[in-house]
């Protein structure tokens, strides 16, 4: 806070001790209780109960919503007819209220059955999005052709945007709450930006190894730092296919480790197009899925990032494991690092196959029996599917069409009812209506806070879906 | 107006009560906080002390302060309030402790009157699916099942919940309480306690019928005291209507109704019962069913005394069966649309009968030629108001209650009903209806292929 009026003297205060502030000429009256949860009453000197009110050269207007915040717990749905989302979480900042309003700010818990498409955020100029990245707490980075625009995680309103180096970022994930790392389709190398500046580039190189000059990035882990660990990854592939994952230090920006090396000269070693890091298992997961003349193949490996050692890997079609589903190979994978599981759609059937991450092995997969026929009637061979896990729940995107399945709710966990029990409990429900689908092809899907991040194929800007607080009922 | 001003003045000094919110001062009378219930917290503060420095202080918006205190004064809410959300005023008020009070001016039961509704929001669903099923409670709540969820409003229609239950569709449900709901479906055995808020099911009863095969739901009801849910075996070949304890542990209390058809053997009396109302002021649950077949549409509707397991009256439709069947308490009349005339009968349970026939308020000559032309309608009763639903238009019936010296030809029997189309013209040929639900001073009505719920509600200003 600038304007301090003294150092904090008095810690002894007893919770129900009345405070008067006067903010921009208006008396406000509270207690220690309720602004203990602020920076702002150790800012404040508070001795007698007849001091005269401590003065703050402030709009009181705006106080008085945030008064209440802290009083309730809860941001009053009046305040932002007043001032936007925005306004209150800088005011608040000013006032040094810190953990409690930034929860009360963002939306209710995500919920896939109750969501809907809330708002589209477009960067000002080129909005077509390349990639985005929503796993930072802090912010949400857009790529749209060369530039990073940088957009608050809470209230969504845009804060800057950078023009970088390269002529396009075909993927970008925050590794740092400062750097943000980049890569393209058209010039190698993994670059470092903070919010103004190029910090450093990194590139991949042997020099035993001729084959290996000029690769490019094709996938960079949602940050391998989640749980606060000190590395991430990234995938870098070749001119002539060759391609491994790079484990790199977040503080050194240089290499520790490469690992998975491939020569790329089939579908199965192809370069790698997902990273996410399981925190729980250590487990570096990369899938990769092509589509050519012959129809969809894929694969998905399992890394221990320490030793480098590949710990399973599956590949469709063939491979040493064996499909009992010959045919029906993989449209999308994902993994789910906190339910612990591999989700997957098959390209031909449009079934959703999942894979506890515990008990892999050579035929791990248990496809999930949909009891609502009408929905799998809308699926049709070759389309788009894009499989994205987030909050105990698999989103789907087919073309342009959202659903999740999602578990129900229990009254008490039937212990050792095996797998095929747990996921009987799943559902599939569509989150959109037919005219959201109807927006174009969905390319990524992405969770983060408590919203569901979209983008489309040559649509501009990304969806944001929340779970809504208010019921959105409209007056006729 | 004087008069009340001066009584109010003539009151001792000590009754003043002055209260300190937020840094502001509010002066008012022990009399008016008690308005506010005797266990709300503006009640319980005192008036003992007077001295300006120990004014009882609560740390909370002056502003919002204000707005219950000329509510408390007035009973009206000042125009002032709508500088805030219903959703503020009501987390507000219950921190006073005056939501109830909140409840009985916004959403009040008493305040319904069919003459004043008028289609003025639409509640929206998230997902794909339309509605299959609707269910109120006295003060407005309303539990909505679409595909297999259930997404619950609350009395001031802000969306409380949606959880995701066994169903792939819900075909009945009926609210137990505020958080618990009864859901039931003709493709899935069982009927089960749901808890709205938490999204588990609390029960899960089962009708064991001699095949011992599946019971699938046919339908809910009510009263305060039982929960009644038709069951129809799996294979088609029993039913019976099973009555639940609904202030215990859902017991089953009582088995009525029991049907099992063996062969060809078939009778219009074994057909199970598709809509079950309490007539509360005849204690009788009335149950209802009808069947299509190659001679027509056939029905049953049986007046049953719950406690004996006894069907006290009984009338067999054959030739102008009804599509829907509804009793009025209040009015103590039965009513129905005849599924080939599309015409509205009523029947007079205040003298009834084996012999007791309907009698027609409408044009009795279509009674022979229509066809089919009241196929899907609808007929609910809400207090002593009819409502029937012809395709996508809604009619409401009232007793019109005439002076004996009137002698007109308006006359059937000695009741006399008439018909009001209500809404207005762009409201006409809308989709067709599917449920006419009512709670606290509203209307809700579904449509087919129509996501949004219509509230219906007398509209303000």
């Known amino acids: ?476 | 107006m004087n008069s009340s001003f001066g009584s109010q003045k003539s009151e001792p000094e000590s009754n003043i009560v002055t209260l300190n919110v937020g840094g502001e001062l509010f002066q008012t009378t022990q009399k008016t906080l008690a308005l506010a219930g005797p266990n709300s917290f503006l009640s319980t503060i005192s008036s003992s002390s007077n001295s300006i420095s120990d004014v009882p202080f609560i740390d909370r918006d002056p502003e919002l302060f204000s707005v219950f205190l000329s509510f408390l004064r007035t009973g009206n809410f000042p125009s002032k309030s709508t500088n805030f959300d219903l959703e503020t005023l009501i987390s507000e008020s219950q921190f006073y402790g005056v939501e109830p009070l909140l409840i009985d001016s916004l959403s009040n039961p008493s305040q319904f009157n069919p003459l004043n509704l008028e289609k003025s929001l639409l509640l929206p669903l998230n997902g794909r699916d339309t509605t299959s099923a609707i269910s109120t409670t006295t003060f407005g709540s309303v539990h909505v099942a679409h595909g297999s969820k259930i997404t619950s409003f609350d009395w001031s229609l802000t969306r409380k919940s949606t959880i995701l239950t066994q169903f792939v569709a819900i075909d009945s449900l009926l609210a137990v309480s505020p958080d618990v709901a009864a859901a039931g479906a003709t493709d899935f055995s069982g009927l089960q306690i749901i808890d709205l808020e938490k999204g588990y099911v609390k029960e899960n009863l089962n009708w064991e019928n001699s095949t011992r095969s599946s019971s699938t739901v046919q339908a809910i009801g009510s009263s305060n005291e039982h929960l009644f849910t038709s069951f129809e075996s799996g294979r088609r070949n029993s039913n019976a209507i099973v009555v639940y304890d609904l202030l215990g542990d859902f017991r089953p209390v009582f088995e009525i109704s029991r049907n099992e058809m063996y062969g060809a053997e078939f009778n219009s009396s074994l057909i199970p019962a598709t809509k079950l109302s309490w007539v509360s002021s005849y204690n009788l649950l009335m149950a209802s069913g009808s069947h299509s077949g190659p001679t027509g549409v056939l029905g049953s509707i049986k007046l049953w005394d719950v406690r004996s397991g006894n069907a006290v009256w009984e009338m067999k439709e054959e030739v102008d069966c009804f599509a829907d069947v509804a009793v009025s308490s209040s009015l103590s009349c039965m009513f129905k649309v005849g599924i080939n005339s599309g015409e509205v009968f009523f029947l007079d349970l205040r003298n009834l009968s084996p012999e007791s026939e309907w009698v027609c308020l409408g044009n009795k000559t279509k009674l022979i030629n229509a066809k089919k032309e009241g196929l899907g309608c609808k007929v609910e009763c809400h207090g002593s108001n009819v409502f029937v639903s012809k395709g996508g238009d809604i009619e409401l019936w009232s007793e019109v209650l005439v002076n004996s010296s009137l002698n007109g030809e308006n006359r059937s029997g000695d009741r006399v009903f008439k018909r009001s189309l209500m809404g207005r013209v762009e409201d006409m040929g809308s989709n067709k209806v599917t449920n006419l639900r009512f709670g606290g001073n509203k209307m809700f009505v579904t449509r087919k292929d129509q996501q949004p719920i219509e509230v219906w509600q007398k509209n303000e200003g």
């Open chain 1, 1 to 476: 806070m600038e304007t301090k009026v003294s150092a904090s003297s008095s810690p002894e205060l007893s919770p129900n001790h009345r405070i008067k502030l006067n903010i921009g000429g208006k008396i406000f009256e509270t207690t220690v209780s309720t602004l203990q949860s602020s920076a702002l009453l150790a800012s404040l000197s508070i001795s007698t109960p007849t001091q005269p009110p401590i003065f703050i050269d402030r709009n009181p207007d705006i106080f008085s919503p945030l008064l209440s915040l802290l009083r309730t717990h809860r941001l009053h749905s009046t305040a932002l007819r007043h001032f936007s989302l925005h306004q209150l979480v800088n005011e608040s900042q000013f006032y040094g209220l810190h953990s409690c309003p930034l929860s009360s700010f963002s939306p209710p818990p995500f919920s896939p059955f109750d969501a809907s498409f809330v708002t589209s955020i477009s960067p000002p100029s080129s909005a077509i999005v390349s990639d985005f990245s929503a796993s930072s707490t802090t912010s949400l980075l857009l790529a749209h052709s060369g530039k990073i625009s940088y957009y608050d995680a809470t209230t969504l309103s845009h804060s800057s945007t950078l023009r970088t180096h390269l002529d396009g970022i075909s993927a970008i994930a925050a590794i740092t709450p400062n750097i943000s790392a980049v890569g393209s389709n058209s010039s190698a190398g993994l670059h470092f930006y903070t919010r103004a500046d190029h910090v450093g580039s990194l590139y991949w190189v042997d020099n035993s190894d001729t084959r290996v000059q000029k690769s490019r990035v094709t996938s960079i882990s949602d940050s391998v730092g989640n749980g606060g660990e000190s590395v991430f990854s990234a995938a870098f592939e070749c001119k002539h296919g060759e391609n491994a994952v790079l484990i790199v230090d977040k503080s050194t920006l240089k290499v520790v480790v490469e690992i998975g090396r491939q020569s790329g000269n089939s579908a199965k070693s192809s370069a790698i197009r997902k990273l996410r890091w399981v925190p729980q298992l250590g487990l570096l997961v990369g899938s990769a899925v092509n589509c050519g003349a012959f129809g969809y193949s894929g694969y998905v490996r399992l890394w221990d990032p320490r030793s480098g050692e590949m710990i399973w890997e599956t590949n469709e079609p063939g491979g040493m494991v064996r499909n009992s589903r010959l045919g029906d190979t993989m449209g999308d994978i994902d993994v789910d690092p906190e339910g612990l599981y591999l989700a997957k759609v098959g390209s031909k059937t449009g079934d959703l196959g999942v894979a506890d991450l515990r008990k892999l092995g050579s035929d791990p997969w248990v496809y999930l029996k949909d009891p609502n026929p009408g929905l799998s009637a809308n699926w049709k061979d070759g389309g788009s599917v894009v499989v994205h896990c987030f909050k105990g729940n698999v989103f789907v995107g087919r073309d342009g069409g959202l659903e999740a399945w999602s578990k129900m709710e229990e009254r008490e966990v039937v212990e050792g009812g095996g797998d095929e029990m747990k996921w009987s409990l799943y559902r599939r429900n569509y989150v959109d209506k037919v005219e959201d689908s109807e927006r174009g092809i969905i390319r990524k899907i992405e969770g983060g806070g408590n919203r569901l991040f979209v983008s489309r194929e040559n649509v501009e800007g990304i969806e944001v879906w929340e779970t809504s607080r208010l019921s959105g009922v409209k007056a006729v």
